[in-house]
Nanobody
């Protein structure tokens, strides 16, 4: 089993920045990739970004490219999501997830961290 815990959410004004962290524990050697997703009120959960655990290959949703950056620190078993130029429509609960099977399916999910962007 892998456990993931998010942190770093909060309230920020439009145009501001936040950095989310996701710490993984447990059977971290089984992780292939980690990803960030978000869910806004009344909307479906959507993919934000992902990074492979060993090679560090990154993948982004088109709407996030250029504003969000995913990175990892393998020594700390932690993945980060740097979010810049935030917009009110970025307001959502952000979830971290770990996958042992590839980029398309995530087995382990955190409880989420709220990001609120005020206009």
């Amino acid at each position: 089993q892998v456990q993931v815990v998010e942190s770093g959410g909060g309230l920020v004004q439009a145009g501001g920045s936040l950095r989310l962290s996701c710490a993984a524990s447990g059977r971290t050697f089984s992780i292939y990739a980690m990803g960030w997703f978000r869910q806004a009120p009344g909307k479906a959960r959507e993919f934000v970004a992902a990074i492979t655990w060993s090679g560090g290959s990154t993948h982004y949703a088109d709407s996030m490219k250029g504003r969000f950056t995913i990175s990892r620190d393998n020594a700390k078993n932690t993945v980060y999501l740097q979010m810049n130029s935030l917009k009110p429509e970025d307001t959502a609960v952000y979830y971290c997830a770990a996958s042992s099977r590839g980029l398309a399916r995530y087995d382990y999910w955190g409880q989420g961290t709220q990001v609120t962007v005020s206009s």
